[in-house]
C-alpha cells in the first residue's frame, strides 16, 4: 500500500521558517512527481510546489516563490518543503501529494494524499 | 494566470444525476481531473485525463471536457456522495485548482 506521511507543522510567529518532511513508502520512490497542496481553514485547495521524479525540476506557485524550496531525497523517500519569510496567509492545512506521472506536469492527476500537516502563522 | 471557474454549491435528489462543471479558456485542450473531499478527511482523485476512473471509483461517476468546460457526473446519487468536489489542471508551468463545488445531496 502506498502511504505518504506528512509532518513538520507547528506554530511559528510572521517572518519565521518551518520545514516541512514527508515520508513516502510503498512505491518506487522516483518513479513519480510529489506535489505540496495546501488548504486554508474552511477554504479551497491552493497548490504549492511540485517537484519531478528525478528531482531536477521544481515549481512553485507565485504566492510562495522565493520563499519555500521543495526538495527530495531518493535515497530515503523523503520529500521537504522549507518555507521562508512565514506570512499569515500562509496559514494551512498542508498535504504531501504523488502525482500519477514522473513529471507532474500535464495536469495527469494526484492519486495518493497524505493526511496533511497544520501550519500557523 | 490560468484559472477555473466551478459553481459554490448545487443541489440533488438521491438517485437522481449531479452534473458539476469547470471552466477555463480552452480547457479541452488540457487534461482534467476531479477530487472528492469529505469533511475532516483528505481529498480523493476520482476522475483524471478527463474520464478515466481510479480504481475503486463507482461506475456512476463519469467525466467529459470539451470547448471550455469540464463536466463530472454522478449518476443515480447517493448520499454518501455529498462532498465538495475541486477540479484541477495543468497551466502556465503550474497546477491550477478550481474554487470547489459543496454538493449537497437531499
Known amino acids: 500500500e502506498v502511504q505518504l506521511v506528512d509532518s513538520g507543522g507547528g506554530v511559528v510567529q510572521p517572518g519565521g521558517s518551518l520545514r516541512l518532511s514527508c515520508s513516502v513508502s510503498?512505491?518506487?520512490?522516483?518513479?513519480?512527481?510529489i506535489h505540496w497542496v495546501r488548504q486554508a481553514p474552511g477554504k479551497g485547495l491552493e497548490w504549492v510546489s511540485l517537484i519531478t521524479g528525478d528531482g531536477y525540476n521544481t515549481y512553485y506557485a507565485d504566492s510562495v516563490k522565493g520563499r519555500f524550496t521543495i526538495s527530495r531525497d531518493n535515497s530515503n523517500s523523503t520529500l521537504n518543503l522549507q518555507m521562508n519569510s512565514l506570512r499569515t496567509e500562509d496559514t494551512a492545512l498542508y498535504f504531501c501529494?504523488?502525482?500519477?506521472?514522473?513529471?507532474?506536469?500535464?495536469?495527469?492527476?494526484?492519486?495518493?494524499w497524505g493526511q496533511g500537516t497544520t501550519v500557523t502563522v | 494566470s490560468y484559472e477555473l471557474t466551478q459553481p459554490l454549491s448545487m443541489s440533488v435528489s438521491p438517485g437522481q444525476t449531479a452534473s458539476i462543471t469547470c471552466s477555463g479558456h480552452n480547457l479541452g485542450h488540457k487534461y482534467v481531473c476531479w477530487y472528492q473531499q469529505k469533511p475532516g478527511q483528505s481529498p480523493v482523485l476520482v476522475m483524471f485525463q478527463d474520464n478515466r476512473r481510479p480504481s475503486g471509483i463507482p461506475v456512476r461517476f463519469s467525466g467529459s471536457n470539451s470547448g471550455n468546460t469540464a463536466t463530472l457526473t454522478i449518476s443515480e446519487t447517493q448520499a454518501m456522495d455529498e462532498a465538495d468536489y475541486y477540479c484541477?489542471?495543468?497551466?502556465?508551468?503550474?497546477?491550477?485548482f478550481g474554487g470547489g463545488t459543496s454538493l449537497t445531496v437531499l
Open positions: 501529494v504523488k502525482d500519477i506521472s514522473a513529471a507532474g506536469t500535464g495536469g495527469y492527476g494526484m492519486d495518493v
Open positions: 484541477q489542471a495543468w497551466g502556465s508551468n503550474t497546477v491550477v
Open positions: 510503498g512505491l518506487t520512490f522516483d518513479d513519480y512527481a
